[in-house]
């Protein structure tokens, strides 16, 4: 059933979130809120220029935001920085797997608006590679 394995998904990137912390100095952090669920996320991440080395992220928040925020570690560490700047709204639902409710949306997003904030802010000191 969709709703149980719903569930299960967001509850276990709750119980074990997959790359949950910090890193000190990390070559860029971002965090953001979203205001209509309360939701924080903070992304800290290293980089050699070319790829994502290492990303960690913190927060607190709703299952859907840390769940998500969770799967998009999964997904970007190790990429080349050009195909995480190419990760889509569509990349991260279909990790999710199950479907978000419009309301729920910006809680499922928040993770990657943080990630891309950062990572294009960010971006000007590639140069320096
Ligand atoms: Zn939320």
Redesign the pocket.
């Known amino acids: 059933m969709t709703d149980s394995l719903y569930r299960e998904t967001i509850l276990d990137h709750n119980r074990n979130p997959r790359n949950k912390g910090t890193l000190e100095p990390a070559d860029y952090s971002y965090e953001d809120v979203?205001p209509l669920?309360?939701?924080e996320i903070r992304i800290d991440m290293r980089s050699d220029g070319e790829r994502v080395t290492e990303i960690r992220f913190s927060g607190r928040?709703?299952a859907?935001?840390q769940a998500a925020a969770s799967m998009l570690m999964e997904m970007v560490e190790g990429l080349p920085l050009n195909e995480v700047k190419a990760i889509g709204r569509e990349d991260l639902l279909e990790e999710l797997g199950v479907p978000i409710s419009p309301a729920?949306m910006?809680?499922a997003m928040l993770g990657l608006k943080v990630l891309k904030a950062g990572l294009y802010g960010a971006s000007p000191a590639d140069d320096a590679f």
């Open positions: 979203n669920c309360g939701d928040g709703c859907i935001s729920r910006k809680c």
